[in-house]
C-alpha cells in the first residue's frame, strides 16, 4: 500500500491545517492508519490512529483535543485536522498503515509509510 501525504504549509499559531493520507488501493479501508510527527532533532512520535473500524486513539497528551484524525474509505483517505497549532507543532508529518490496532502508537507496527509532508507554525 502506498501514502502519499497533502495539505501542508505554513500557518500561523492558533491557526488550523487538515492534512490528507491517500492510499494506493482499496485494501486501505481494512488498515489501521496513524499519523506521526518528526520534529527537528528529534525523534518520529505517534500523534493519533484510527482503525479500520473507525476507532481512534490519541498517542500524544500534546495534541489532545486539537488533533483529530479521521478517514473516508470510500476514497481511500484518512485526514489530520489540526487546530490550534502552536510553533512546537512545527515539523514533518508522515502517515502509516498497520494490519492491526493494538499497537496503534507503536511506530515500529506500522509496515507501510507516506513520504511525509512539513508543517511549520510560525508569525
Known amino acids: 500500500l502506498q501514502l502519499v501525504e497533502s495539505g501542508g504549509g505554513l500557518v500561523q499559531p492558533g491557526g488550523s491545517l487538515r492534512l490528507s493520507c491517500a492510499g494506493s488501493?482499496?485494501?486501505?479501508?481494512?488498515?489501521?492508519i496513524g499519523w506521526f510527527r518528526q520534529a527537528p532533532g528529534k525523534e518520529r512520535e505517534a500523534l493519533v490512529s484510527?482503525?479500520?473500524?473507525?476507532?481512534?486513539?490519541n498517542c500524544a497528551e500534546a495534541v489532545k483535543g486539537r488533533f483529530t484524525i479521521s478517514r473516508d474509505n470510500t476514497v481511500n483517505t484518512a485526514y489530520l485536522q489540526m487546530n490550534d497549532l502552536k510553533p512546537e507543532d512545527t515539523g514533518s508529518y508522515y502517515c502509516?498503515?498497520?494490519?492491526?490496532?493494538?499497537?496503534?502508537?507503536?511506530?515500529?507496527?506500522?509496515?507501510?509509510w507516506g513520504q511525509g509532508i512539513q508543517v511549520t507554525v510560525s508569525s
Open positions: 488501493e482499496s485494501t486501505f479501508e481494512d488498515r489501521t
Open positions: 484510527i482503525s479500520n473500524s473507525y476507532e481512534t486513539k
Open positions: 502509516a498503515a498497520d494490519y492491526g490496532f493494538m499497537h496503534a502508537c507503536v511506530k515500529v507496527a506500522y509496515d507501510d
